[in-house]
């Protein structure tokens, strides 16, 4: 029996989410369904890292075993098979303990904020016609980095041991037409960034104050952060692995 990596990346307008629930369908359902239609078997999928509804990913994984030899062939045709929002981009045998929830290193996200109306963008990009300051924008982002404990930026009924997070990376960054905020972290909470995107817009726009952040940080009260960002603008854009798991 072999253990599979299989990357993907989706446009996530549309879906309950990641991983399979009874809401609707799921990416995780949909490329169950592909597999099992192509190879005429059953697949268990174990996912790397949930998104939200109408949450996108660039890079995603599941693992599954199976005594199948997967090839170019295979690849072509589960593409085929599967919705022009999901593609899978390929399929790599690793070491039967590998699992792609708990080796993974780190995980990175990108929360886009456009300031002016595209239609192009609707489904990808928060519209944000805000004056907003930049600067204290930066300098909120580079604060988080001091903290570990992020329960504030937490939603409720979050079935976690800790509330614990390693920021590595938390930066504001313009980028064409789009105002980006890029964080990578070993481990993020149920709706943390779209959280932290929103009470950082609060204290750009002069709303609540840089000290205000320091507090709700330490208060560890989900109830005074602001979650108002919508899923739509969320992008997991990376899930790193150490590379001794690969075959």
């Known amino acids: 029996m072999q253990r ?10 549309g879906y309950s989410g990641f991983q399979i629930q009874d809401t609707g369908a799921t990416i995780q359902s949909e490329l169950t369904e592909a597999l099992q239609t192509i190879f005429r078997q059953s697949f268990q999928l174990t996912g790397s890292s949930r998104t939200d509804a109408g949450v996108h990913a660039e890079q995603n994984y599941f693992h599954f075993d199976t005594e199948l030899v ?3 062939k295979h690849l072509y045709n589960l593409n085929a098979v599967l919705s022009k929002n999901i593609a899978v981009k390929q399929v790599r045998p690793v070491k039967p303990e590998s699992h792609c929830r708990f080796d993974a290193v780190s995980r990175t996200y990108r929360y886009s904020i456009n300031r ?3 239609p192009f963008l609707t489904e990808t990009a928060w519209l944000y016609p805000f004056a907003i ?5 930066d300098e909120s982002a580079a604060l988080l980095m001091e903290y570990a404990d992020f329960t504030s930026f937490s939603k409720r009924n979050t079935q976690v041991k800790t509330f ?5 990376m938390s930066q504001w960054v313009e980028r064409d037409a789009l105002l980006l905020y890029e964080v990578r972290s070993n481990r993020f909470l149920r709706g943390m960034i779209r959280g932290l995107v929103a009470t950082m817009l609060k204290v750009a726009r002069g709303s609540i104050t840089i000290n205000d952040l320091r507090n ?3 208060a560890r009260d989900c109830s005074k952060a602001d979650f108002s960002a919508p899923a739509h603008g969320l992008c997991l854009t990376k899930v790193a692995f150490p590379d001794t798991i690969f075959c």
């Open 133 to 137: 300051n930049k600067a204290i924008l």
């Open 216 to 218: 709700i940080l330490a």
């Open 164 to 168: 614990n997070c390693s920021i590595e």
């Open 70 to 72: 997967f090839t170019d």
């Open 4 to 13: 599979y990596f299989i990357e993907l990346a989706y446009r996530g307008t």
């Open 116 to 118: 002016f109306k595209d």
